[in-house]
């Protein structure tokens, strides 16, 4: 049974800093792509990075490059969202999804299982 179980969201100000975790299992993930989206109250969920889980490369949307980085650990099976300087318009509940595809794709109906999702929320 595959299970992506997010932790790591919380509250902070606005310039701080969180580390999400996406602790994954039921798959063997190196045949994967893992993504993170985003949804903020009243907006469509949208996607905010992604990574190939064999070879590590990964892509961003635009409001994030420079400030988030994935990562994967693959004797954890987990894999991160490192976020940096964050603003207030990054609050939202994060969703970890996995596509069973090594395929880069920033759709979320590519994406095959999703997480519970965590609540980040960036005060100004």
């Known amino acids: 049974q595959v299970q992506l179980v997010e932790s790591g969201g919380g509250l902070v100000q606005a310039g701080g800093s969180l580390r999400l975790s996406c602790a994954a299992s039921?798959?063997?993930?190196?045949?994967?792509?893992m993504g993170w989206f985003r949804q903020a109250p009243g907006k469509e969920r949208e996607f905010v990075a992604g990574?190939?889980?064999?070879?590590?490369?990964?892509y961003y949307v635009d409001s994030v490059k420079g400030r988030f980085t994935i990562s994967r650990d693959n004797a954890k099976n987990t894999v991160y969202l490192e976020m940096n300087s964050l603003q207030p318009a990054d609050t939202a509940v994060y969703y970890c999804?996995?596509?069973?595809?090594?395929?880069?794709?920033?759709?979320?109906?590519?994406?095959?299982?999703w997480g519970q999702g965590t609540q980040v929320t960036v005060s100004s």
């Open positions: 039921g798959r063997t993930w190196s045949n994967y792509a």
């Open positions: 990574i190939n889980w064999s070879i590590g490369s990964t």
């Open positions: 999804a996995a596509r069973s595809s090594t395929y880069r794709s920033t759709r979320r109906n590519d994406y095959d299982y």
